[in-house]
């Protein structure tokens, strides 16, 4: 049996027009060739599927533009972000004009809990954009095995 990351080759048929839209966007996103192409729009196509499953561990982004001004708002994020103390990897906070704040958390949990987190965000008035992009790769575990206090 070949490694999983092997080169395969398969068939593939369909019909003329989709090949030609194929060629189209290989060529617009910079694609060497419709391998590539193909290969990404699967995998992407991959992840959005586990995500749609709702128990793959996954990683990903929540990113959300507010307002810093709208009266208790900021403490409502933060009960958010305490409410999903294991899932958040890091936070970084930008300040951009116009009284607007954009927060972009690191997460990495079960795809469920991690779209409810999301929505708890991106639902809170005040905030006017908000994102989840997920991905299958997952980080590493940071504190495996240790007990409080940092010692195994």
Do not use: W
């Not at 959300?64 to 403490?75: A, G, S, T």
């Not at 908000?130 to 007990?147: A, F, I, Y």
């Amino acid at each position: 049996m070949k490694s999983s990351s092997a080169l395969l080759r398969f068939s593939v048929s369909m019909p003329g027009r989709v090949v030609r839209d194929l060629d189209r966007v290989s060529r617009d996103r910079g694609f060497a060739n419709r391998s590539q192409c193909l290969t990404a729009m699967i995998r992407e196509a991959v992840v959005d599927h586990d995500a749609e499953e709702g128990d793959s561990v996954m990683m990903g982004l929540v990113t959300f533009i507010y307002d810093h001004r709208k009266r208790n708002l900021q403490n409502k994020l933060a009960d958010i972000q305490h409410r999903y103390l294991k899932e958040i990897v890091t936070i970084q906070l930008v300040h951009l004009e116009k009284n607007q704040s954009f927060q972009i958390l690191l997460v990495q949990g079960p795809a469920r809990t991690l779209r409810a987190m999301a929505d708890a965000f991106g639902t809170q008035k005040g905030v006017h954009y908000g994102k989840l992009q997920l991905s299958t790769n997952v980080l590493p575990p940071l504190h495996e095995g240790e007990t409080r206090g940092g010692k195994r």
